[in-house]
């Protein structure tokens, strides 16, 4: 079982639609928490990060952790089109001294008009 | 200011030969990190360096894998004797990892566009 599990869809919305898309881990220690978008041949950029348990807001982005399930959600409100990539959640390992990624395997998201 | 540079984007080789990836991180960034992504995979850690720290090769798949970092900038990283498995895209990631610093935002992995493998 992977440290990390996220289901890759693909998921298709419409544009306006709300879209949760979310992760599972394993590893208690896991700390930190991100949320990385990835459009065709590009490199994941980072689109939000948070330490703590409870929500936290960004624009039309929320993202929500819930460690004692550990489960970590992004909700994207009023999506449009240019939503459409891949989403990748990632984690850093609280007792890690470099700082290691572990990521899950990516949501395909496409909205369409 | 330029973000993270890999060169090639693209290679396409013949199994049983070797290549090399290049990586040029953020000006300044002290931390350099290789992962490699294969289809419908998520993103796994291949190797990081620190500073003049000796590199973590954890991830690194087989003894084909290797990487250095020169000057503490820029960095290769080799596969020797290509397999068809190795077929990927390679990402390269750089970051400040400030002195002293351990919260998050001090430490955010910023990514290039990576280097698409093709072994045939």
């Known amino acids: 079982q992977k440290e990390v599990e996220q289901d890759p869809g693909p998921l298709s919305v419409p544009e306006g639609a709300i879209v949760s898309l979310n992760c599972t881990y394993s590893n208690s220690a896991f700390q930190y928490f991100m949320w990385y978008r990835q459009y065709s041949r590009k490199g994941p950029e980072l689109l939000m990060y948070t330490y703590s348990s409870g929500n936290k807001e960004d624009g039309r982005f929320t993202a929500q952790v819930d460690k004692s399930s550990k489960y970590i959600s992004l909700f994207i409100r009023d999506s449009q089109p240019s939503d459409s990539a891949t989403y990748l959640c990632?984690?850093?390992?609280?007792?890690?001294?470099?700082?290691?990624?572990?990521f899950g395997r990516g949501t395909q998201l496409t909205v369409w008009p | 200011g330029a973000g993270v540079s890999q060169s090639p984007s693209n290679k396409v080789t013949e199994k049983g030969k070797d290549v090399e990836l290049r990586c040029d991180p953020i000006?300044?960034?002290?931390?350099l990190y290789w992962y490699r992504q294969s289809l419908g995979q998520g993103l796994e850690f291949l190797i990081y360096?620190?500073?003049?720290?000796?590199?973590?090769k954890s991830g690194l798949p087989s003894d084909r894998f290797s990487a250095e970092r020169t000057g503490g900038s820029v960095s290769t990283l080799t596969i020797q004797r290509t397999q068809q498995e190795d077929s990927a895209v390679y990402l390269c990631?750089?970051?400040?990892?400030?002195?002293?610093?351990?919260?998050?935002?001090?430490?955010?992995?910023?990514f290039g566009a990576g280097t698409r493998l093709s072994v045939l």
């Open positions: 990631a750089s970051s400040p990892r400030l002195a002293g610093g351990d919260t998050l935002a001090k430490n955010i992995q910023y």
């Open positions: 360096f620190q500073g003049n720290s000796a590199p973590d």
């Open positions: 990632a984690m850093i390992d609280r007792g890690s001294t470099l700082g290691r990624l572990y």
């Open positions: 000006s300044g960034h002290t931390a």
